[in-house]
């Protein structure tokens, strides 16, 4: 299954900021719907165990030094949070009128805690009255993303391939109602917190909503790390990461047994494209975090959509300011190249936040709304512009491109002169500002010589007449052929981005063109076929509306 990136849109993201420790996250916390779970504390109190912290967001652990002798540092469950300020883990209540309170690596408030969440908390207690003083908090959501499987009698569900098991102690957030786990289907977006037992799988503690089309997480240790097929383990969900941007590690290098939070996307096996089998799990990490809550020296990472642009060097994404200068190291952009609005634009940005609340970028990190991913054999090369033509349309190729090529089961870096006329390349990216009919991609793979073609574009109703139709590539057009080999599937964008597909006749395409224009709009296609030298003749055709 092909899947378009998700986004995560700036007003899910602007709560977010934004001190994180040895790297941080761009999401954070979301609190629950309807305000009933966990309670909002009020000012007040200043002894061990008695009165909390206004509803703001404070993020100064580092400052006041919490890796100093004489703090506790336990790991427990959240059973309440008081209207005094108080939150009560394990068997420990805590006073937090100085405590920094961390979710997935961003500044949070108390507000943002849930009954059942799995927490480290930092901070002085008295054994004999069970008192404590709270200095920070810190929760990391074990899993977070779509929900790959779920069986409700079981007591069982999977979740970008973590299995996830939940009994009568596990939390429901006030967003899941009813608040069982026969609520909950496939393709839904969770965030779990919880425990994992000796056979991997995670025993829940809370469960909530997570934002539809956001990045997919996971947060734990590495494990079977393989460092020449760039992959590895959290807990039971495979992570790719040779294309991610890695933040705060020891050495600059991932090691087996370090704790790290990941986030990216579905993980895709790229065997031939399918549009309806869903996805086994695993995730494409764009970000690698190495979790070190005494970090001395907090990153802060976000991500998001660019919302302000003023040029290579000054610019908001998810409407935090960010600067960049000549040291600020970019991964699949030259922001310096880019013309015009960068619209769809999706960036991680990872730096330290100044006394004015910019971001001073340290790395930028380029994807995209992924509208376009695009297979097909390379038809023309261009070295002296960095563009090659994939099926006749043009393909940017800078010098921050991330380009591989298949080489056995594994992927290594190639450069822009091993790409050759016939080879097959898989491009993502989009069609982008400036460069109006090219795609600007971010990530290509190269394959052996093929002229197999996967297209996600947009057909030109006006242009059908059976056996041909037509579809838009920027400024560019393709020119699709039916012949009665073809295979036509229909079907609707299930909220993960699969598609419930199921086989139709070549009659119900061919209706597509009377369709609403308003129906038509909420209609994507995709083509996988064979390339003619100046057509696809299709083998399948998938047609779904959201």
Same mark, same amino acid.
């Given at each position: 299954?092909?899947?378009?990136?998700?986004?995560?849109?700036?007003?899910?993201?602007?709560?977010?900021?934004?001190?994180?420790?040895g790297?941080?996250?761009?999401?954070?916390?979301f609190?629950?719907?309807?305000?009933g779970?966990p309670?909002?504390?009020?000012p007040?109190?200043?002894?061990?165990g008695?009165?909390?912290?206004?509803?703001?967001?404070?993020?100064?652990?580092?400052?006041?030094?919490?890796?100093?002798?004489?703090?506790?540092?336990?790991?427990?469950?959240v059973?309440?949070?008081?209207?005094?300020?108080?939150?009560?883990?394990?068997?420990?209540?805590?006073?937090?009128?100085?405590?920094?309170?961390?979710?997935?690596?961003?500044?949070?408030?108390?507000?943002?805690?849930?009954?059942?969440?799995?927490?480290?908390?930092?901070?002085?207690?008295?054994?004999q009255?069970?008192?404590?003083?709270?200095?920070?908090?810190?929760?990391?959501?074990? %899993?977070?993303? !779509?929900?790959? $499987?779920v069986?409700?009698?079981?007591?069982?569900?999977? #979740?970008? +391939? &973590? /299995? *996830?098991? @939940?009994?009568?102690?596990?939390?429901?957030?006030?967003?899941?109602?009813?608040?069982?786990?026969?609520?909950?289907?496939?393709?839904?977006?969770?965030a779990?917190?919880?425990?994992?037992?000796?056979?991997?799988?995670?025993?829940?503690?809370?469960?909530?909503?997570?934002?539809?089309?956001?990045?997919?997480?996971?947060?734990?240790?590495?494990?079977?790390?393989?460092?020449?097929?760039?992959?590895?383990?959290?807990?039971?969900?495979? %992570?790719?990461? !040779?294309?991610? $941007?890695?933040?705060?590690?020891?050495?600059?290098?991932? #090691?087996? +047994? &370090? /704790? *790290?939070? @990941?986030?990216?996307?579905?993980?895709?096996i790229?065997?031939?494209?399918?549009?309806?089998?869903?996805?086994?799990?695993g995730?494409?990490?764009?970000?690698?975090?190495?979790?070190?809550?005494?970090s001395?020296?907090?990153?802060?990472?976000?991500s998001?959509?660019?919302?302000?642009?003023?040029?290579?060097?000054?610019?908001?994404?998810?409407?935090?300011?960010?600067?960049?200068?000549?040291?600020?190291?970019?991964?699949?952009?030259?922001?310096?190249?880019?013309?015009?609005?960068?619209?769809g634009?999706?960036?991680?940005?990872?730096?330290?936040?100044?006394?004015?609340?910019?971001?001073?970028?340290?790395?930028?990190?380029?994807?995209?709304?992924?509208?376009?991913?695009?297979?097909?054999?390379?038809?023309?090369?261009?070295?002296?512009?960095?563009?090659?033509e994939?099926?006749?349309?043009?393909?940017?190729?800078?010098?921050?491109?991330?380009?591989?090529?298949?080489?056995?089961?594994?992927?290594?870096?190639?450069?822009?002169?091993?790409?050759?006329?016939?080879?097959?390349?898989?491009?993502?990216?989009?069609?982008?500002?400036?460069?109006?009919?090219?795609?600007?991609?971010?990530?290509?793979?190269?394959?052996?010589?093929?002229?197999?073609?996967?297209?996600?574009?947009?057909?030109?109703?006006?242009?059908?007449?059976?056996?041909?139709f037509?579809?838009?590539?920027?400024?560019?057009?393709?020119?699709?052929?039916?012949?009665?080999?073809?295979?036509?599937?229909?079907?609707?964008?299930?909220?993960?981005?699969?598609?419930?597909?199921?086989?139709?006749?070549?009659?119900?395409?061919?209706?597509?063109?009377?369709?609403?224009?308003?129906?038509?709009?909420?209609?994507?296609?995709?083509?996988?076929g064979?390339?003619?030298?100046?057509?696809?003749?299709?083998?399948?055709?998938?047609?779904?509306?959201?």
């Amino acid at each position: 299954m092909k899947r378009s990136l998700g986004l995560v849109f700036a007003s899910v993201l602007l709560p977010m900021l934004l001190v994180s420790c040895g790297g941080g996250s761009g999401e954070a916390g979301f609190s629950d719907s309807g305000g009933g779970d966990p309670a909002v504390p009020t000012p007040g109190g200043n002894g061990p165990g008695v009165g909390g912290s206004e509803n703001k967001i404070t993020c100064n652990w580092v400052f006041r030094g919490i890796e100093g002798t004489g703090r506790n540092r336990r790991k427990g469950i959240v059973h309440s949070v008081g209207e005094d300020g108080t939150v009560v883990i394990d068997d420990i209540q805590y006073a937090t009128p100085r405590a920094s309170i961390v979710i997935n690596g961003s500044c949070a408030t108390l507000t943002d805690l849930g009954r059942g969440d799995v927490v480290t908390v930092f901070g002085d207690v008295d054994d004999q009255t069970q008192l404590g003083d709270a200095e920070a908090i810190f929760v990391d959501y074990d %899993v977070a993303g !779509d929900i790959l $499987a779920v069986d409700s009698d079981a007591g069982t569900l999977n #979740v970008v +391939g &973590q /299995p *996830v098991i @939940v009994d009568e102690n596990t939390v429901f957030a006030d967003s899941i109602q009813p608040a069982t786990l026969a609520t909950l289907r496939p393709w839904e977006q969770v965030a779990i917190s919880g425990l994992v037992n000796e056979s991997g799988a995670l025993i829940a503690s809370r469960i909530e909503r997570w934002p539809a089309r956001a990045d997919w997480q996971v947060a734990g240790v590495v494990s079977d790390l393989d460092v020449s097929r760039h992959m590895f383990r959290v807990n039971q969900v495979p %992570v790719r990461y !040779d294309a991610a $941007a890695q933040v705060g590690f020891p050495s600059n290098r991932i #090691v087996e +047994g &370090q /704790p *790290v939070r @990941v986030q990216g996307h579905a993980l895709w096996i790229r065997e031939g494209f399918s549009c309806c089998e869903p996805e086994d799990g695993g995730i494409d990490a764009v970000a690698i975090e190495y979790v070190d809550y005494l970090s001395s020296d907090p990153l802060a990472v976000i991500s998001g959509m660019v919302t302000r642009w003023s040029g290579a060097t000054d610019f908001d994404v998810a409407g935090v300011p960010v600067a960049t200068d000549d040291s600020t190291r970019q991964i699949g952009i030259d922001l310096a190249s880019v013309a015009g609005s960068p619209d769809g634009f999706w960036l991680t940005v990872a730096g330290s936040v100044d006394e004015h609340g910019t971001l001073r970028a340290q790395l930028v990190v380029a994807d995209y709304s992924g509208s376009m991913q695009f297979n097909g054999p390379i038809t023309a090369v261009d070295p002296e512009r960095r563009v090659v033509e994939v099926a006749t349309i043009p393909v940017m190729l800078n010098s921050s491109v991330i380009l591989r090529v298949h080489d056995g089961s594994t992927q290594r870096a190639i450069s822009f002169a091993d790409l050759n006329v016939g080879d097959e390349l898989e491009v993502l990216g989009d069609f982008v500002g400036s460069y109006g009919g090219s795609i600007y991609a971010v990530r290509a793979i190269q394959g052996p010589p093929s002229q197999d073609v996967y297209t996600m574009l947009t057909p030109i109703y006006s242009q059908f007449a059976r056996p041909f139709f037509t579809l838009a590539a920027g400024d560019r057009q393709l020119t699709v052929e039916t012949d009665s080999r073809t295979r036509y599937f229909w079907g609707h964008t299930m909220p993960g981005g699969a598609c419930s597909c199921g086989s139709r006749s070549a009659d119900d395409f061919w209706k597509l063109p009377h369709l609403s224009p308003v129906r038509r709009a909420f209609t994507s296609t995709e083509v996988v076929g064979k390339w003619m030298g100046d057509r696809i003749v299709a083998e399948r055709i998938f047609w779904m509306e959201e």
